[in-house]
């Protein structure tokens, strides 16, 4: 999937002199289905699909390089970035299908294990705070994975009840049952980004979501 195409890139910054790279990573797969409350950094990666696979091949490569070719490098493990511009139309980026289909007068499924029928718990982040956190990562992190995440679960038909109370619009669904691969928790500690990149999320799940909202309301209209 990613592999060679990274390591393109990899090798490219070390003929151009790069100083320092920082790597893409997934703190919402390369756990895998832990049972945690709050993943830290130093738990033992699980990834469960070739997605999660390739993140971790990928801090590996980021890894060898800086071993090999002195490269510094930053792995930022991201939790469930939404925002703005987010894809619909595919099956990832669930804030994203939601309120197309919220705005748009269809219904949504919710997706649950049947022992759990509120939905998956996830951890969702708004994508400025990533983008600030990719900034501060330019001179600090040096050679570590860092999770950038906002500590909180979220239900995905608390997420869906979320956007229909922003929007004005009659929570609506109907169920499914869990795709392959889906995570039943995924929740990341996010106190090691503090301590190391000075960085905390800066928006609210409500806050992220009426952004993103007010984005995709312009779309539609």
Not at 121 to 150: C, H, P
Not at 175 to 194: E, Q, Y
């Amino acid at each position: 999937m990613n592999g060679l195409g990274l390591l393109n890139v990899l090798e490219c910054s070390r003929a151009a002199g790069v100083g320092k790279f920082i790597f893409i990573s997934s703190g919402g797969a390369v756990y895998g289905d832990s049972g945690k409350e709050r993943l830290t950094e130093d738990y033992p990666p699980a990834p469960s699909s070739p997605y999660a696979i390739h993140k971790l091949l990928g801090e590996n490569y980021v890894r060898f390089y800086g071993v090999q070719h002195g490269m510094d490098w930053t792995a930022l493990r991201y939790a469930n970035v939404f925002g703005p511009r987010q894809n619909p139309l595919g099956e990832a980026g669930v804030v994203a299908i939601f309120i197309s289909k919220v705005l748009g007068g269809e219904i949504p499924v919710v997706n649950a294990y049947p022992e759990e029928p509120e939905g998956m718990a996830r951890d969702y982040v708004y994508v400025e705070d990533i983008a600030r956190a990719n900034l501060l990562a330019l001179d600090k992190g040096s050679r570590e994975a860092v999770n950038i995440a906002t500590a909180r679960d979220v239900r995905t038909r608390e997420l869906l009840a979320a956007i229909c109370r922003i929007t004005g619009k009659e929570l609506k669904y109907t169920r499914g049952g869990p795709r392959p691969g889906d995570i039943r928790h995924s929740c990341l500690d996010n106190s090691k980004a503090a301590r190391v990149l000075g960085w905390k999320p800066g928006f609210s799940l409500d806050e992220g979501l009426g952004r993103t909202i007010s984005w995709f309301s312009g779309s539609h209209a």
